[in-house]
């Protein structure tokens, strides 16, 4: 299962050379993106692509972050780093500030 970030759909979109490397690396899996992604997807999009943003989002599955998804995602984190037990789940991006999150899976295309 892949998260994509706002950079990795973006890159989707337009079909680029890492957009076409998404697509194998996540090999019709499903995708997730958060709510987050949607806000900077829907800002920052000329208003033509909009349609385009919109039937993406109606093929992927969206991850919630309100303050309730915060404060129960930082208990279960903690539970699970207590055990050794991360969530495993890989972020695709083209920031390669990620790579700067110790713990966190992510491809930096």
């Keep these: ?3 994509l970030d706002t ?15 998404i697509m194998e690396i996540v090999d019709n899996g499903p995708l997730l993106v958060s709510s987050l992604t949607i806000y900077e997807l ?14 993406f989002l109606n093929d992927v ?15 279960i984190k903690r539970q699970l780093k207590a055990r050794g037990l991360l969530i495993n789940l890989i972020l695709l991006t083209k920031d390669t500030d990620y790579s700067r999150i110790q713990d966190l899976q992510c491809i930096i295309l």
């Design 42 to 55: 829907l800002y920052g999009m000329k208003d033509k692509e909009l349609e385009i943003i919109n039937q």
């Design 7 to 21: 950079s990795a759909v973006i890159e989707l979109m337009y079909a680029t050379q890492r957009g076409k490397r």
């Design 61 to 75: 599955r969206i991850i919630p972050f309100d303050q309730k998804a915060a404060k129960q995602s930082s208990i």
């Design 1 to 3: 299962m892949y998260c």
